[in-house]
């Protein structure tokens, strides 16, 4: 067994023991049945950028997001007599990255079918929309996986497992706002999302398709890049906490001025890691400046609008409904969203 494969090995143990830990006596549960389960995709207000564990998915900073209601995943799971993934109505090929990431991931559960899964996902994200599938498709993936076992879990359990296939994941099991503790305990099972007592039924969120080019870095990979190289990510560390504060302020204060600051500034702290990483990690194109100076000219103008960014050149604007006639105007492309 080579280097590598000792250290492949010894993750992948790693995870499911974490699995375990998880299940308890459930573990022994076999697939009985055929399930499918809905979540939500959520865009972070305060970012998940870098993990203490790469291999747990556990992260060095609490994060703070909000559901997209109508967005998101759905996705129901069979037995069968092999393992098949559809995506949007299509097969994947089982080599396909996607289909591979989402096997191993079921590879984590103690009791496999006789025969295998299929797996049949539909995102009702608008592929256009420059939202990531992943956090809601795991969410949905695990909901549905816990109807085929019967397992019942809660859903701080299922938030636990939807972390170990992608760490955005483990916010997507609730709607509205979720803050992720990051955790303190090695295994992870302190690490998970948690709903916000709070709701705030005038924000809407913006998805403005900027460039639907394909990535140049995988948010993984940046992420650890960043963490490794970016003499900027000390400082990410120390900002996290302060805009934690004041979006948690804002969202109890139902105070849009506060919470899109709060966000902006986290976002563009975000990419100011990226810029500074060697090399750099750069998602911003020329029309991701001009959509920024955009929106920095209607609010000169006295429009209530911001935005946030994620590991993408595009931008979701928040703002309240009393701005949403305004927003629409300038901007008609953009997809609004009742979080
Ligand atoms: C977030 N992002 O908080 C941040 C902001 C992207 C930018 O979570 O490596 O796909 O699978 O844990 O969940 C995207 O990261 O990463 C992400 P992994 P994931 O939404």
């Not at 998915?57 to 909000?66: F, G, K, Q, W, Y």
């Not at 759905?74 to 080599?95: F, K, S």
Request: aromatic share 8%; proline share 5%.
């Amino acid at each position: 067994m080579s280097g590598a494969d000792c250290i492949g090995a010894e993750a992948a143990a790693r995870r499911r023991a974490a699995v375990r830990a998880v299940l308890g006596e459930r573990a022994t549960f076999a697939p009985r049945a055929s399930a499918v389960a809905y979540a939500c995709a959520n865009v972070a207000l305060v970012k998940y950028w870098g993990k203490r564990d790469e291999t747990l998915r556990l992260p060095e900073t609490d994060s703070l997001s909000v559901s997209l209601g109508r967005i998101g995943t759905e996705t129901r799971i069979e037995l069968a007599d092999g393992d098949e993934l559809r995506l949007n109505g299509a097969r994947v090929a089982p080599e396909d990255p996607v289909a591979t990431r989402v096997f191993d991931f079921l590879a984590l559960f103690p009791v496999r079918p006789a025969g295998g899964f299929r797996v049949v996902t539909t995102n009702t994200v608008p592929t256009a929309a420059g939202v990531a599938s992943s956090a809601s498709a795991f969410a949905a993936l695990v909901r549905a996986l816990d109807g085929v076992y019967g397992w019942r879990l809660s859903e701080r359990e299922m938030s636990v497992l939807a972390r170990l296939g992608s760490g955005s994941a483990c916010r997507s099991l609730w709607r509205g706002f979720v803050r992720w503790r990051r955790g303190e305990r090695p295994d992870g099972l302190d690490s998970h999302g948690e709903p916000l007592d709070a709701n705030w039924p005038q924000l809407r969120v913006g998805l403005w398709l900027v460039d639907g080019g394909a990535k140049a870095w995988r948010s993984g990979d940046a992420m650890a890049h960043c963490r490794a190289t970016s003499p900027l990510y000390r400082a990410w560390l120390d900002v996290v906490p302060t805009d934690l504060h004041e979006v948690e302020a804002a969202i109890a204060q139902r105070d849009i001025e506060r919470l899109g600051r709060a966000a902006e500034g986290n976002a563009l702290a975000m990419h100011a890691v990226m810029w500074a990483a060697r090399p750099p990690v750069r998602y911003w194109t020329a029309a991701t400046l001009e959509a920024v100076r955009e929106v920095e000219a209607a609010r000169a103008e006295g429009v209530p609008v911001w935005f946030t960014m994620d590991a993408g050149p595009n931008l979701k604007l928040l703002y309240e409904t009393g701005a949403g006639a305004r927003v629409r105007e300038r901007w008609p492309h953009i997809e609004e969203i009742e979080p």
